[in-house]
């Protein structure tokens, strides 16, 4: 099993809303990554997961919460999301964060989300 | 610090052109360099990579050569198809950025029949 699955692939939610992005990999892989993408833009990284453990926040606003349940799954938490919110939110995983190697990322299919 | 730079698009070509995407690169030491393709709708797909100097990373025909001389990764294709209509995006990792990613801007490339 090569790839990384989103779960849903579009997701339509109020500001008042709670919903959550799953994200799932069965790489062996020891680092996951959420980013938000705009359109015609590239990637924007918001978490880092390595081993399992939050290592890089990049001052993302608390109305998103990742969770890394076990080494395979991540998941991104939202509430009282704006509609500036609205992107592509994409999940990735690559074999180790650091290394003496460097190792690619790979990435999964996306969530379109859309804040009303 | 490190950054990537792309040539801007979008980039139109017609079937069977040579395709060529530029793509240049600021770092120190010696990082890894990459190219991902997004369709229209998708997500990110890694196309090639090259983790060192001279290496050529090829892939569905697309090629590109780190050139270190000219701190380069230029993406080539030698008869591009209509389904190659997509995003492209060089990115660049290494001790410097921590190991996380830098993307260049992206450069849409749009093949007429």
């Known amino acids: 099993d090569t790839e990384v699955t989103q779960t849903p692939k579009h997701l339509v939610m109020g500001m008042t809303n709670k919903k959550s992005l799953k994200c799932e990999q069965h790489m062996g892989h020891r680092a996951m990554y959420w980013y938000k993408q705009k359109a015609k833009k590239p990637p924007e990284l918001m978490f880092v997961y390595s ?9 993302v606003p608390s109305r998103f919460s990742p969770e890394c349940p076990n080494s395979s799954l991540l998941n991104l938490h939202l509430h009282a ?17 650091t290394s003496g190697t460097y190792n690619e990322q790979f990435f999964g299919p996306g969530t379109r989300l859309t804040v009303l | 610090g490190n950054s990537v730079t792309q040539m801007e698009g979008p980039v139109t070509l017609s079937e069977e052109a040579f395709l060529t995407i530029n793509c240049t690169y600021t770092a120190t030491g010696y990082p890894s360099l990459f190219w991902y393709v997004q369709y229209p709708g998708e997500g990110l797909q890694l196309l090639l990579k090259a983790t060192k100097a001279d290496d050529k990373g090829s892939n569905k025909g697309f090629e590109a050569t780190y050139r270190k001389e000219t701190t380069s990764f230029h993406l080539e294709k030698g008869s591009v198809q209509v389904s190659d209509s997509a995003v492209y995006f060089c990115a660049l990792n290494g001790a410097d950025s921590n ?8 450069t849409k490339l749009i093949i007429k029949p």
Do not use: H
């Open chain 1, 81 to 97: 999301l704006q509609p500036e919110d609205s992107a592509l939110y994409l999940c990735a995983s690559s074999p180790s964060p």
């Open chain 2, 99 to 106: 190991y996380q990613l830098i993307w260049g801007a992206g």
């Open chain 1, 51 to 59: 081993y399992e453990k939050l290592s890089i926040n990049e001052s």
